[in-house]
């Protein structure tokens, strides 16, 4: 490994905290905590427990969720207006990105393995990133956005799911309250 090249990779990584994702332009909102690396991290998180669930591969899984934007630090992030209009080579941004950074392209091998979506582990990293997008939804739903709530009404994100694990952690998402995680932690007193 050439620690350079892996020096410019975590500059160029670091970059992700700074790309907007761009279904802001159709959900009409400005949430810049919303970014490709806040986005990343809550993929690995969900892909982490999806793995466990359909027992696959996990570290195959987490490295495909962690690195599964990394692209788009050089292409920006394509909604699906943008892709119906844009060509973007992300075989090449890939290959130039990953291909020198792990012996053996192993870490290339995987991503082109994650883009071909065949493997279960594929599927669930996919899974991941789309449980990301619902869970996305229902916060903006909570704020009144009415742009994300026919997208969640539609089921639009939850139809391309592809494991039942991913399909029942949906159905949860879907009744939940966002703030169901700490209602029940709030107290006035302290320890």
Known sequence: MKTKQLANFFFEAGTMRKLARSHRQVLLT????????????????????????????????????????????????????NKKYVKVFDDEITQDQLGGLTEGGKLLKIMQEYEKRESLEAKIA???????????????????????????????VQKRLHTDSAKKLSEEIYSADVHDWWWFLWTDKRR
């Open 126 to 156: 996919k899974d991941a990133d789309l449980l990301d997008q619902i869970l996305l939804l229902k916060e903006y739903v909570n704020n009144g956005n009415k742009e994300a709530g026919v997208w969640l009404d539609d089921k639009v």
């Open 30 to 81: 400005d949430d810049l905590s919303d970014n490709i690396a806040s986005h990343s991290y809550r993929v690995t998180l969900i892909a982490y427990f999806l793995a466990q669930m359909e027992h696959a591969d996990t570290e195959k899984v987490l490295t495909m969720a962690i690195f599964h934007d990394m692209a788009e630090t050089r292409s920006g992030d394509q909604n699906w207006v």
